[in-house]
């Protein structure tokens, strides 16, 4: 157990609706990330925290996709009008910042399927 | 070309046997992750390297950054040990954050 929690573990939606996740990392991750992975391809960087701020975004991510961090503690991600290409997993990932970079803890990812 | 690409990418085995999981990178990086995910999604950190070699009970992990290489050995494979290896890259510099992954490697340890 890696002690970064993520809700819900599954998620069945029809395209067009939109659709929320929550990521918990532990209280010492100053770093949030998200990244998503599709079947057989390893996962993808979406977009990343540090604290409250969201310091990156990837291209993958589009207008439809939005994330925060309020608090610089749990993080959401929102999918906007979801699409079926949308379907994959989501995965969190916390990093404590002490120096250099150093190692992500990954939640068990929520899987998106967009009907 | 993706910067990062792992070989092979399954990987049958006899339980006892000696494996060895390869990645290679085309990027400067600030450190290179080793990763085990079990199905069902849950993805677990094995190593991370800047150079040298780091061994834990049977899995070693080795880098050559000249080479922009890595290898993860198991010894004494079992077939607890079946899940996808996943190598994956930390850039340098103003990059050093976010990490680059490799497809995975499928390993299966039959009894």
């Known amino acids: 157990d890696t002690g970064v929690s993520q809700n819900p573990r599954h998620k069945i939606t029809k395209r067009g609706q939109n659709v929320t996740f929550r990521c918990d990392p532990i209280?010492?991750?100053?770093?949030l990330y998200w990244y998503r992975q599709t079947l057989g391809q390893g996962p993808e960087f979406l977009t990343y925290?540090?604290?409250?701020?969201?310091?990156?975004k990837s291209r993958l991510l589009s207008d439809r996709f939005s994330a925060e961090r309020p608090k610089g503690s749990f993080s959401t991600l929102e999918i906007q009008r979801t699409e079926q290409g949308d379907s994959a997993m989501y995965l969190c990932?916390?990093?404590?910042?002490?120096?250099?970079?150093?190692?992500?803890?990954f939640g068990p990812g929520t899987r998106l399927t967009v009907l | 070309k993706n910067e990062v690409e792992q070989s092979p990418q399954n990987l049958t085995a006899q339980e006892g046997e000696f494996i060895t999981i390869n990645c290679s990178y085309s990027?400067?990086?600030?450190?290179l992750h080793w990763l085990q995910q079990h199905p069902g999604g849950g993805i677990v950190s094995l190593f991370m390297?800047?150079?040298g070699k780091k061994k834990h009970g049977r899995l070693i992990a080795t880098i050559n950054i000249q080479e922009k290489h890595s290898s993860l050995h198991i010894t004494a494979s079992h077939p607890r040990d079946s899940a996808v290896y996943i190598c994956?890259?930390?850039?340098?510099?103003?990059?050093?954050?976010?990490?680059?992954f490799g497809k995975g490697t499928l390993l299966t340890v039959n009894p």
């Open positions: 990932a916390g990093e404590g910042v002490s120096g250099g970079p150093g190692e992500q803890f």
């Open positions: 209280s010492e991750h100053n770093r």
């Open positions: 925290f540090q604290n409250e701020a969201q310091l990156e």
């Open positions: 990027v400067g990086i600030s450190a």
């Open positions: 390297l800047s150079s």
């Open positions: 994956a890259v930390r850039g340098s510099g103003g990059s050093n954050y976010k990490l680059t």
